[in-house]
């Protein structure tokens, strides 16, 4: 039985990937791998947007709204995950993220007489985005009650294609992630894991797009320095038994305005999105083993601007250590 629940659980790891639900959604969770072990792990979401950034003026500042007719936006988004246990402290690994983007809205472009007009813009892109190298140390271990105090420090490579990147699959720049995480026994079977994090962006490489007339001209965002972007995941764990945890979950990020090449603002870039949500952590060998689990959940933006949104967003994990 145990075989069978193992290979259930590392096919899982494998083909159903997920956003994680503990600590930060790139350098991972406070625990860390222990000495010598792996750690695989999944994380798949899925949005059906209802809601668009959008202003029906170009003139006026865009807000969220109702899809406008002949929109759509259907996002999936899966995370692969690979952590090592270096020293009993310090653990390591890198993330790998694929994305399908199936979008259908419409933009406000200007003539050259200064005139605006709508642009119908389509596309249906998917593939694999930038790679996310970490690293996490515990600062602080002292079980039970502090079982983790740690810090974590991301870099991410600029590696996806140009084609990806112009489709919002990759950001076209080098980042850097620290993060502050924490997983603390709280009171019985009350305990909580959670992290804050701040990312620099950097700037975008210089990208060659088709224009109307086939010509090859300068991306408009080439150059663009992203901005800063800060975050926050707090999860409080309520233990079921021994092999079922419930999590109430409070998340959220927001950005600073991005800066074009010339060291301009970009007006309407400052984003940013606060959500609640709840998943359950099933333990098919019980809950002393915290990396080996599986979690369906959902969430439900509360404070949201950003490109599209949607009411609900269901997630799923799957993670196994050996």
């Not at 790139?26 to 222990?34: K, T």
Request: net charge neutral.
């Amino acid at each position: 039985m145990f075989k069978k629940l193992l290979v259930f659980a590392f096919v899982l790891a494998l083909v159903l990937p997920v956003n994680l639900f503990a600590g930060d959604p790139v350098v991972g969770c406070p625990l860390g791998v222990e000495s010598g072990k792996v750690w695989l792990h999944s994380t798949t979401y899925y949005i059906s947007a209802n809601k668009a950034y959008w202003n029906d003026s170009p003139t006026d500042t865009p807000e969220m709204v109702a899809m406008p007719a002949g929109w759509h936006a259907k996002i999936l988004k899966s995370s692969y995950r690979t952590q090592f246990g270096i020293t009993s402290r310090l653990s390591g690994g890198f993330l790998l993220t694929y994305w399908d983007k199936d979008i259908a809205k419409e933009v406000w472009k200007q003539k050259n007489d200064g005139s605006w007009f709508k642009k119908t813009k389509s596309f249906h892109s998917f593939g694999f985005g930038d790679i996310w190298v970490y690293g996490v140390y515990k600062i602080i271990e002292n079980p039970p009650r502090f079982e983790a105090i740690s810090l974590g420090v991301g870099y991410k490579f600029d590696s996806a294609d140009n084609t990806l990147v112009v489709h919002g699959i990759g950001s076209g720049a080098k980042s850097m992630r620290i993060s502050f995480l924490t997983h603390i026994d709280l009171i019985g079977k009350i305990g909580e894991c959670s992290s804050i994090w701040y990312e620099h962006r950097g700037k975008v490489r210089y990208i060659e797009v088709k224009n109307e007339q086939g010509e090859s001209v300068e991306w408009e965002k080439s150059g663009w320095d992203l901005g800063e972007k800060y975050g926050y995941n707090i999860g409080i764990e309520y233990e079921l038994s021994d092999r079922f945890k419930i999590v109430p979950k409070f998340m959220g990020w927001w950005k600073t305005e991005d800066r074009n090449k010339d060291g301009e603002t970009v007006e309407n870039t400052r984003f940013y999105e606060h959500s609640i949500g709840i998943v359950v952590q099933y333990f098919p060998i019980g809950t002393e083993h915290e990396h080996c689990k599986i979690i369906a959940g959902i969430k439900a933006p509360v404070l949201v601007v950003n490109s599209f949104s949607a009411t609900f967003v269901p997630q799923f994990m799957a993670m196994w250590t050996f």
